[in-house]
C-alpha cells in the first residue's frame, strides 16, 4: 500500500485544482474524504474553504501526516472539474492505481479553456445578447457585440500581465462605460443603458454569488461569506468603474445625459 503521504498529497492535489476550478466546497470536500477511503487511510480530518484546504490522515499511527494549502480564487473551468469528478470516481471504484491517478491529474491540470478566438467572440455575442434581452434594440446589439469583442481583449490583457482581479474589474468597466459614451456620441439612436447591462454581463459574478448561497444552504457559512464578500466587491467595482465616466462627462458638461 502506498504510504499515508503520497495518498494524501495526491488528495489535496486534486482538491486544490478542483478548488482553482470553481467547483463548490461541498464537492471539493467530499472527493478528498471518498479519495482518501478509497485508498484505506483511517482517523482523517478534511476541511475546505473557499481560499484554503486542511486535512489530515491515520492521526493516531506512526505515519500520521498533515496538510495545509493555501488555494487563491481563480476564474471558473468546468471542464477541469469534470474530469476531475471523472478521475475521483473511477478512484472510488478502485479503477485507478495511485501512479495512474497522478498522471491523470496531470492531464486535468493541462487541459486547456476555449481558444482566443472563441473566447473573444463570445463574449461578443453574449453582451450583444443580453443588451436585447433587457429591450435594446438590433443597432443597440450590434454596439455591444463590438464592445464585447474589445473587452474580452482587454480582459486577456489583463490576464497575461497578471492584474489584480479587482483592478481588472475597475478597468474593465472604465472601459466598457467610455466605449458606451463614444458610442452615443455618434448621435445614432442608441440607448446608453441597454449597451451598459449588455456589456457588463461577462463581469457580473453571478457564479460566485450563487455559490454562496449554495454554500450557505450547505452551512458552511464561513465560505459562505468569503464568496458574498467577493461577489459584492464585485459589483462595487463595477459599479465605481462605470459611474466614473458618467461622472467626469457630466461635470465637463455631457449633454447627452
Not at 490522515?57 to 500520521?64: H, M, P, T
Not at 434594440?137 to 482581479?165: N, P, T, W
Not at 453571478?206 to 459589483?235: C, K, M, P, W
Request: net charge negative; with cysteine; proline share 3%.
Amino acid at each position: 500500500m502506498a504510504h499515508t503521504k503520497e495518498i494524501l498529497t495526491l488528495a489535496v492535489e486534486i482538491a486544490d485544482t478542483m478548488l482553482r476550478s470553481g467547483a463548490e466546497i461541498y464537492r471539493v470536500e467530499d472527493s478528498v474524504i471518498h479519495i482518501l477511503e478509497a485508498y484505506g487511510l483511517e482517523d482523517f480530518d478534511v476541511y475546505v474553504l473557499s481560499n484554503g484546504i486542511f486535512a489530515s490522515a491515520n492521526e493516531n499511527r506512526e505515519d500520521a501526516c498533515s496538510m495545509v494549502r493555501h488555494v487563491p480564487m481563480a476564474a471558473t473551468q468546468l471542464n477541469r472539474v469534470v474530469a476531475l469528478n471523472q478521475l475521483v470516481r473511477d478512484i472510488c471504484d478502485h479503477k485507478c492505481t495511485l501512479p495512474e491517478a497522478n498522471l491523470r491529474l496531470q492531464k486535468c491540470r493541462d487541459l486547456s479553456p476555449y481558444s482566443r478566438g472563441i473566447t473573444i467572440f463570445a463574449c461578443g455575442v453574449v453582451c450583444a445578447a443580453f443588451s436585447l434581452m433587457f429591450g435594446g434594440s438590433m443597432l443597440d446589439g450590434l454596439f455591444s457585440f463590438g464592445i464585447g469583442l474589445l473587452e474580452q481583449l482587454f480582459l486577456l490583457a489583463c490576464k497575461k500581465y497578471k492584474v489584480s482581479r479587482f483592478l481588472t474589474t475597475v478597468y474593465t468597466s472604465v472601459i466598457i462605460s467610455l466605449l458606451c459614451i463614444f458610442s452615443v456620441i455618434t448621435r445614432l439612436p442608441i440607448h446608453y443603458d441597454k449597451l451598459v447591462v449588455g456589456a457588463i454581463m461577462p463581469i457580473v459574478p453571478g457564479i460566485v454569488f450563487t455559490t454562496s448561497i449554495r454554500d450557505f444552504y450547505n452551512e458552511d457559512y464561513l465560505s459562505g461569506s468569503i464568496h458574498l464578500i467577493d461577489a459584492l466587491l464585485t459589483a462595487l467595482c463595477i459599479a465605481v468603474g462605470v459611474s466614473l465616466p458618467i461622472l467626469l462627462f457630466r461635470y465637463l458638461g455631457g449633454f447627452w445625459f
